[in-house]
């Protein structure tokens, strides 16, 4: 080696890089690459001498466990952080018995079920799949099933 020193420098400089730039272009590559990065610098760190070794591999430590921390408390908070993790508790997003209420109601095609579409059902817009074929836009249409969030409907009669 040329100059180990700066061989060090460059691959923990070119490894935190790495490891930061995950948080944009996700993906684990950019961060496994990084991690190796951090982990030959202290290999090179070693092969310069023992103590530049142990320096190295604390430095690498303490700044991955500060990272782990400042990551866990100040990453949901910021702007990337709260488009990429949700706000609510995931009880919000259960379906409810509600559903199971439209069972045999009536309403009309809010648009052509082909067979999924919309439906306007007790003056609520509804997904629903048509049973037995293509239902045309505003045609009656009567709930026949109601299975979790999949609501069922066909043609009504009249």
């Not at 949901?76 to 509600?98: C, H, V, W, Y």
């Amino acid at each position: 080696m040329e100059n180990p020193t700066l061989v060090l420098i460059s691959l923990l400089v070119a490894g935190t890089l790495m490891i930061g730039a995950e948080i944009f272009i996700p993906g684990a590559i950019l961060g496994t690459i990084g991690g190796i990065a951090l982990f030959a610098a202290v290999i090179v760190g070693f092969t310069i001498s023992p103590e530049t070794g142990f320096y190295t591999l604390s430095g690498v430590f303490v700044l991955t466990v500060l990272t782990v921390i400042a990551w866990i408390r100040l990453f949901p908070r910021s702007a990337i952080g709260q488009k990429m993790t949700l706000n609510e508790d995931g009880k919000a997003f259960k379906s409810s018995d509600s559903r199971q209420a439209l069972m045999g109601a009536t309403g009309i095609a809010a648009s052509e079920l082909r067979p999924a579409g919309f439906a306007l059902i007790n003056g609520k817009r509804i997904d629903v799949v048509a049973e037995g074929g293509i239902i045309e836009i505003d045609l009656p249409i009567k709930v026949v099933k109601v299975e979790g969030n999949r609501v069922v409907v066909r043609k009504a009669n009249g």
